[in-house]
């Protein structure tokens, strides 16, 4: 399709576990988000990369969360050690620019639930 | 008429009314805001955007206003439809050199038939 697609829909970990969130950005888009979304609140950001740079990741809330986007357009969040507060709905986006003010395309996200 | 209901300020309109959405954003220094809508199971969808140079922008049954006195957004949408129901999220960039969103808490639309 031709939307932001995430995978997988739903993850369950055991506390301790880690896991990859895989997230495909609209073809030719530069700018790549990740939010977390907790039951019942807004999406709250995580990190923003620019092609394969990684330019902002101040949003990250342990040393546990990783983010990359190797080739500037795949890419990856790893959360290690996984807490049961990480539970929550993992949102990618993506836009076409970066710094002009464009409108971001989310996928479906990843329901993650820590047990 | 509004109310409180899980973690949301909810809004419940009859089909065919027109409904208000209102959102109080935090930093003045943002210049540009997005009206989202997020239906249950789904990621946030764009409605409507609007830069801070101008103060009301119109789309296909949807109309946003900003007052960046008061630091206010609203979300117009005419003519409610039952598929409308869903959360509405307004965003703001912060000012900042990206377009790294900051979202407000969001109200819940139940549209009643």
């Known amino acids: 399709g031709a939307g932001v697609s995430q995978s997988p829909r739903y993850k369950v970990a055991k506390r301790g576990q880690d896991v990859a969130l895989r997230c495909d950005p609209i073809s030719g888009h530069v700018s790549l988000f990740w939010y977390q979304q907790a039951l019942g609140q807004g999406p709250e950001f995580l990190t923003y990369f620019q092609n394969e740079a990684q330019l902002d990741k101040s949003g990250l809330p342990s040393d546990r969360f990783f983010a990359e986007r190797p080739e500037g357009s795949v890419s990856t969040l790893k959360i290690q050690r996984t807490q049961q507060e990480d539970s929550a709905v993992y949102l990618c986006?993506?836009?076409?620019?970066?710094?002009?003010?464009?409108?971001?395309?989310f996928g479906q996200g990843t329901r993650l639930t820590v047990v | 008429g509004e109310s409180v209901g899980l973690h949301l300020p909810t809004l419940s309109v009859q089909e065919g009314d027109n409904s208000i959405i209102n959102c109080a954003y935090s930093?003045?220094?943002?210049?540009?805001f997005i009206w989202y809508k997020q239906e249950s199971g789904k990621g946030p969808q764009f409605i409507i955007d609007i830069r801070s140079n101008m103060d009301k922008r119109q789309g296909q049954r949807v109309t946003v206003l900003l007052n960046k006195t008061v630091k206010h957004l609203s979300l117009q949408i005419a003519a409610t439809q039952p598929g409308d129901s869903a959360v509405y999220f307004c965003?703001?960039?912060?000012?900042?050199?990206?377009?790294?969103?900051?979202f407000g808490t969001g109200t819940l639309l139940a549209v009643q038939p």
């Open positions: 986006a993506s836009s076409l620019a970066g710094a002009w003010r464009t409108e971001a395309f």
């Open positions: 965003a703001e960039t912060g000012g900042g050199a990206t377009n790294k969103l900051i």
């Open positions: 930093n003045s220094a943002s210049d540009y």
